[in-house]
């Protein structure tokens, strides 16, 4: 078995992905240095704990029902707060359960492109994050892939199990450390949502600017699932790539996903999200919202519809506040069976004097009322995020709004 | 309050005002009438400074100072409002938080809310799907909130239901301090001579002056006030006898 999957990855090393800038490996080869495992996270420096609180990570731990971390390649902790969540290290946790070997690469395809099989090819580390059945997490659990030492490529194989009637909230933060400029981080997650459970999966981003990022994710929602993805890349990054894609196999199935996206200069980001609806009464949504101050944004949507009666609709915004950049929107709409409901909008554009002068004239300044329409235009709040990282969220937004109108 | 004097405005490059004079005294409520499409808009946007409509000659003064070419920030903060005629639709802005970055006394936002039964839209986005009725009744919260000085109001009464318009006319009394009762002349003329707050609305039906007491009635017409100086309501009998070009005959 692990030979056969290491074989198949072997054939796909030179495999190009579909969308995205080629990323040489050769250029991330920085030998690693191995992480001890801390099993107090106050030993971690204090300079870390500020980088990875940006990405929503708080060490504290408080409001939270799980940690873990990821210095480079090295699992520095891992640990469940709360009885009936299991939050491991994959490797142990293949140790620990034998059937989880029929959940590993199985959603995502080990031979999908070079990433994916470069995962697949290196020793693995990342995260095993599970619900137990009918067990509702109050709190998020929270995950940090951090990148530490310069010109590192890391290597993540995360899997999600929300179990049956179970809730589960998870907060990926992805981050480096202040004295990393460049260095690649490739991310694996199979996830998986049980009949009638509940998951609510949250990525910040906030790498650095000469970091390359190729997050592949795939997820299976069954019966009654219902499935949130929620992603948000404020700062700087050279190029990501990525295209989740939901598989709403159960009836009655819901996937929602809402990103935000800044695009910086020399910031190219390639994003898009994707749904496939095969369940009986399933429905899935998109939103997007993409910003440049002169990065070039690409914004995808794919909905599929593969069965009578399935509900979609997606929708993208884009805002200029640069005359540099491109928000490139490419929404698609794909019905394989008559009878399917499948819906978008998209608009880009700048930002309407009209609704700046209208703030105006109730007395905000030029850049107060600009700064309103664009919090509006990214509207974090509905993504449901805890509060202090919606915090955090608003926090970036401001700080990336010197306005450059 | 305000002086318009000799104010030419074009709207991408076409003249629209040609020779406006205008005087506005603390506590007057004038009323501006005209055909559509006669410049009572621009009129308004031009006190107020938006963007479009161009000042190619003439001054604007405010408080006794030179407001041309201030922004419309800058205006609002001297103490002017607007209640847009159509406003825009401000998405992931809710009306709530908008009323809190705007109002001075914050906790009043409830009540008034209450007293315009807009209580359940401050959770909304600022005008997203809001009636015609409900868009007026939103513009006449943001302008308590604001208490301006001196308020321009395009059309308050449009799209608003009779029973709706006693109330819009009930907030912009308030707006322009006429809300206070009075049993006798005496108590009148004191609360006349003690009110500072001052308006320009613009309409079309007329509907609003059964609410709104008003001093002074103008009529723009080719580019220009053509007529002005009777009441109000007097004025807009005689225009719907004469016309508004041949307003002139009434001030006979």
Request: charged share 25%; aromatic share 6%.
């Amino acid at each position: 078995m692990q030979d056969e999957l290491r074989q198949k990855a072997q054939k796909a090393l030179d495999k190009s992905a579909s969308f995205g800038e080629e990323i040489d490996f050769n250029s991330f080869n920085a030998k690693e240095k191995v992480h001890l495992y801390l099993d107090n996270l106050v030993d971690l420096p204090d300079e870390e704990k500020k980088d990875m609180l940006i990405a929503g990570v708080d060490v504290s731990e408080k409001e939270r029902t799980g940690t873990f971390i990821q210095e480079d390649n090295s699992v520095i902790h891992a640990s469940a707060l709360q009885d009936g969540l299991e939050v491991l290290n994959i490797g142990e946790a293949l140790e620990k359960y034998d059937w989880l070997h029929d959940y590993y690469w199985n959603a995502v395809q080990i031979d999908a492109d070079k990433y994916t099989a470069k995962v697949g090819l290196e020793g693995e580390s990342g995260y095993f994050v599970r619900a137990l059945p009918g067990v509702k997490a109050v709190y998020p659990v929270q995950a940090c892939m951090f990148i530490g030492q310069e010109g590192l490529l890391q290597s993540v194989h995360n899997i999600i199990i929300a179990e049956e009637g179970s809730e589960l909230h998870l907060i990926t933060g992805c981050t480096t450390g202040r004295h990393v400029e460049s260095g690649m981080h490739i991310g694996v997650s199979e996830i998986y949502v049980k009949k009638n459970a509940k998951l609510s999966f949250t990525m910040v981003h906030s790498w650095a600017e000469e970091v390359a990022v190729r997050p592949r994710t795939v997820t299976v929602v069954d019966d009654g699932g219902v499935f949130l993805s929620n992603y948000v890349c404020m700062r700087p990054a050279r190029t990501v790539q990525m295209y989740p894609t939901t598989y709403l196999k159960g009836q009655g199935s819901v996937a929602r996903y809402h990103s935000v996206l800044v695009g910086h200069p020399n910031t190219d980001l390639d994003v898009g999200s994707r749904v496939v609806l095969q369940g009986e009464g399933s429905r899935a949504e998109i939103i997007a919202r993409s910003l440049t101050r002169g990065g070039r944004i690409v914004n995808r949507g794919h909905l599929v519809g593969e069965q009578e009666g399935v509900k979609g609709h997606l929708e993208c915004r884009g805002l200029m506040l640069s005359p540099e950049g491109v928000i490139y929107a490419v929404p698609e709409l794909e019905a394989r069976v008559d009878g399917v409901e499948l819906s978008h909008e998209a608009a880009v554009g700048k930002i309407d004097q009209e609704e700046i002068e209208y703030l105006m004239a109730r007395g905000l300044s030029e850049d107060e009322a600009t700064a309103m329409i664009v919090r509006g235009f990214l509207n974090v709040k509905v993504m449901g995020l805890p509060e202090e990282l919606e915090a955090e969220v608003q926090k970036a937004i401001a700080l990336s709004d010197e306005s450059t109108l | 309050m305000l002086r318009v004097e000799d104010l030419h405005v074009a709207v991408g490059g076409k003249p629209i005002l040609q020779g406006v004079n205008l005087h506005i005294k603390p506590g007057e409520t004038h009323v501006l009438f005209g055909p559509n499409g006669s410049g009572k808009s621009t009129l308004l946007g031009a006190i107020i400074g938006f963007e479009r409509y161009h000042i190619t000659n003439g001054k604007i003064y405010f408080k006794g100072e030179d407001i041309t070419s201030l922004s419309v920030h800058e205006r609002a903060k001297l103490g002017i409002g607007i209640g847009f005629q159509r406003p825009p639709v401000l998405r992931g802005v809710s009306l709530g938080d908008l009323l809190k970055v705007t109002g001075s006394e914050e906790n009043k936002v409830d009540e008034l809310a209450e007293s315009l039964h807009l209580q359940s839209f401050l959770e909304r986005d600022v005008n997203d799907g809001f009636s015609g009725g409900e868009v007026k009744r939103s513009e006449m919260l943001q302008l308590l909130v604001q208490n301006p000085d001196f308020v321009l109001l395009d059309e308050p009464e449009s799209g608003v239901d009779l029973e709706n318009i006693a109330l819009i006319g009930q907030s912009i009394n308030q707006l322009l301090e006429k809300d206070g009762y009075c049993g006798d002349e005496r108590c009148r003329r004191k609360l006349k001579e003690g009110r500072n707050k001052a308006g320009l609305i613009i309409t079309h039906t007329g509907y609003i002056l059964d609410y709104v007491p008003a001093d002074l009635g103008h009529v723009l017409f080719d580019g220009k006030l053509s007529c002005t100086g009777l009441n109000p309501r007097e004025m807009l009998g005689c225009i719907q006898k004469y016309g508004y070009a041949d307003c002139t005959h009434c001030l006979a």
